[in-house]
């Protein structure tokens, strides 16, 4: 079965760089969470996508953004990198209805900022 | 302000016993939670789930309960496999809303041969 898509895998940027970040959902999944977990830590929530619109946000800098496409794919942009931003960033997609819905994760993307 | 607690870090069990891992909640408004087993390097993939209409749900070797009064979840896996060794997050969400998940800090399940 198709899963979730991220890439890169890794990436590596200097301080004060920018890096944009791509999600792939599952095929018919409308909505996307991004989600960073630091070293040791657990995820944090950062922003999600519902149909094209941003549904909620989280704890995420003014210094990222994001946007989901009309393929549903979505791109989390960063921009003045600092140390601290160094994590494991996650994308879950989820398919809407009246049920309940898992998320499910992609295999991240491990940035690391020099 | 810690929403989703796993108290455990680290669980160790013998192959074929009983692995409980545990998970307790403060926000009153989660009405689905979920399990989650993550190896280093990958994403958190998703194993068991729970509404908080239910007090259990089973899937094979995994069996998840819900205490709503004690705001308190458990997976029971059972019979342990060595291949089961993974850290164990528990998240909730609240329905009907952005459904974010709010994880817990996660259990190391070490199952021994």
């Known amino acids: 079965a198709a899963g979730v898509i991220q890439s890169p895998r890794h990436l590596i940027k200097e301080k004060r760089e920018t890096a944009t970040l791509k999600c792939y959902p599952i095929?018919?999944?409308?909505?996307v969470y991004w989600y960073q977990q630091g070293p040791g830590q657990d995820p944090q929530f950062l922003i999600s996508?519902?149909?094209?619109?941003?549904?909620d946000k989280g704890s995420i800098p003014d210094r990222f953004s994001a946007q989901q496409f009309s393929d549903y794919h979505s791109e989390l942009n960063m921009s003045s990198l600092e140390l601290g931003d160094s994590a494991l960033y996650f994308c879950?997609?989820?398919?809407?209805?009246?049920?309940?819905?898992?998320?499910?994760f992609g295999p991240g993307t491990r940035l690391t900022v020099l | 302000d810690q929403q989703v607690k796993q108290n455990s870090p680290s669980l160790s069990v013998q192959e074929g016993r009983i692995s409980i891992l545990n998970c307790d909640y403060t926000?009153?408004?989660?009405?689905?939670f979920l399990w989650y087993k993550k190896y280093p390097a990958e994403g958190p993939t998703f194993l068991i789930s729970?509404?908080?209409?239910?007090d259990k749900n089973e899937d094979g070797r995994f069996t998840v309960f819900l205490n709503k009064s004690a705001k308190h979840l458990s997976l029971h896996i059972v019979p342990s496999q060595p291949g089961d060794s993974a850290v164990y997050f528990c998240?909730?969400?609240?329905?009907?809303?952005?459904?974010?998940?709010?994880f817990g800090k996660g259990t190391k399940l070490t199952v021994n041969p």
């Open positions: 879950a997609s989820s398919g809407s209805g009246l049920g309940l819905n898992e998320q499910f």
């Open positions: 095929p018919r999944h409308d909505t």
């Open positions: 996508f519902y149909e094209k619109m941003q549904s």
């Open positions: 926000n009153s408004m989660f009405d689905y």
């Open positions: 729970i509404s908080s209409i239910k």
């Open positions: 998240a909730a969400s609240v329905q009907g809303g952005s459904e974010k998940l709010v």
